[in-house]
């Protein structure tokens, strides 16, 4: 079945880089995503990766994928207080139901000063 | 100039009791969602709407029930709500539904509620 893993927590400290690392199991797997979600807020799109790419970066953020291994990892370069959040790695499955997405349970990033 | 916003915030009831939550986009999105948030954080999909009409229906008691009145607007409404349905329910929409990143999901802020 389909099924998307993270790790729960991650702690590090300011200017360092952050890894968030994620595994899926539907090898069709279309897009795979990153969400952020700040305390008490919703979740915000941060970035997205079709499957047949390997990494994609986008200001301080990088995503890489082993389609192989189904392993997805969000790198935050330069971490600031302000990326303190629930990061969820998310997939969506070519020919599933329409716009489902499946989420892992989350990485809670925090930042130390 | 909220995108998707949900009410009531935070629900503190009792159990047995009715209750709805309730969510309006003003971004002329088709598709409409209910996500269910548990204590552990962990995020699953409830429902799916296009234009009024049902798309997903995940495996939810028929307790719940979901009601589209127009495109703009999906409600939820539970019956003889129990302990487990505590959470944070969490609305969002997007322009067609189709699972590509071009129809990003736009998320409410979410409802807490609280079965005592």
């Known amino acids: 079945g389909e099924d998307v893993e993270q790790s729960l927590f991650l702690s590090v400290r300011e200017g360092d880089s952050s890894v968030i690392n994620c595994t899926y199991t539907?090898?069709?797997?279309?897009?795979l995503y990153w969400y952020k979600q700040e305390p008490g807020a919703g979740l915000q799109l941060l970035t997205y990766i079709f499957s047949n790419m390997d990494m994609k970066q986008d200001q301080r953020l990088t995503v890489l994928l082993n389609k192989k291994d189904k392993h997805l990892s969000l790198r935050i370069a330069d971490t600031q207080t302000g990326d303190s959040a629930i990061y969820f790695c998310?997939?969506?499955?070519?020919?599933?139901?329409?716009?489902?997405?499946?989420f892992g349970k989350g990485t809670k990033l925090s930042v130390k000063p | 100039d909220t995108a998707v916003s949900q009410t009531p915030k935070y629900l503190v009831t009792q159990m047995g009791n009715d209750k709805s939550i309730k969510c309006e986009q003003n971004l002329g999105h088709d598709t409409m969602y209910w996500y269910k948030q548990d204590s552990k954080k962990f995020l699953k999909i409830m429902f799916s709407y296009n234009n009024k009409e049902l798309i997903i229906n995940e495996t939810v008691p028929n307790r719940f029930s979901p009601k589209s009145p127009d495109k703009a607007h999906l409600n939820l409404h539970i019956n003889s709500l129990e302990l487990g349905d505590s959470a944070v329910y969490f609305c969002?929409?997007?322009?067609?539904?189709?699972?590509?990143?071009?129809?990003?999901?736009?998320f409410g802020p979410g409802t807490r509620l609280t079965v005592l």
């Open positions: 969002a929409s997007s322009p067609s539904g189709s699972p590509t990143p071009t129809d990003t999901q736009y």
């Open positions: 998310a997939e969506t499955i070519y020919g599933g139901s329409q716009g489902n997405l499946i």
């Open positions: 539907d090898s069709s797997s279309t897009y």
